[in-house]
């Protein structure tokens, strides 16, 4: 274990940028990953293994490993799409792919059958990357305005805390106006 961070810790080479040169950190990290310490997910992208009882071996967790990207290339990133809406309770559906929107360059990140998208986007679309409001803006453009009804608004009520549901208000000047008038069905209940 890499002291100071248990498993499912992911983790770019740059985290240990004032322990030593670009080369001596490579060259540890190429041993720890020989030994299995650690295991390398992509080119400059590391994870402690995180080991479960009954499951094994536990892959990184897609958060885990967009942080890590944002850190390395400091940027900002929203997710999007069935990302946004699974992460917030809109749907089932489990994507293999998931999309952020980034004020960085656009790449693909491949991790096993997993893939991680990041679209370079305007500075607008990342006015509220990393607060609640940007994740319920980006689930509901995905979802569409003909299919919220009152079941979704209840279903982002429960799920949402209520200190994110008042400040969605703050930011619903960001939205658009379909989204603003969510915002504040949604909000009705957080003052």
Do not use: C
């Not at 190429?30 to 536990?58: M, W």
């Not at 998208?117 to 689930?139: D, W, Y």
């Not at 009520?157 to 969510?182: F, Q, S, T, V, Y």
Request: proline share 6%.
């Amino acid at each position: 274990m890499i002291h100071g961070h248990g498993g499912g810790w992911v983790f770019t080479p740059s985290a240990f940028a004032k322990v030593g040169t670009p080369r001596s950190v490579g060259m540890a990290l190429t041993r720890l990953s020989r030994k299995g310490v650690i295991r390398q997910l992509a080119r400059g992208l590391y994870e402690v293994p995180q080991s479960h009882p009954t499951l094994g071996r536990v892959p990184a967790s897609t958060e885990a490993i967009a942080k890590a990207l944002a850190g390395r290339h400091a940027i900002r990133l929203q997710p999007i799409g069935a990302y946004a809406a699974n992460a917030l309770g809109l749907s089932e559906q489990v994507p293999v792919r998931a999309v952020f929107l980034t004020d960085g360059p656009s790449r693909k990140v491949k991790i096993g059958k997993r893939e991680i998208i990041l679209k370079r986007t305007t500075p607008r679309n990342m006015a509220t990357a990393g607060r609640p409001s940007g994740m319920v803006i980006q689930a509901l453009r995905w979802t569409g305005q003909k299919h919220v009804d009152d079941k979704l608004i209840a279903r982002l009520r429960r799920n949402l805390k209520p200190e994110d549901r008042a400040a969605l208000m703050k930011d619903a000047h960001l939205a658009p106006a379909w989204i603003a008038a969510i915002f504040r069905e949604i909000s009705d209940d957080a003052k």
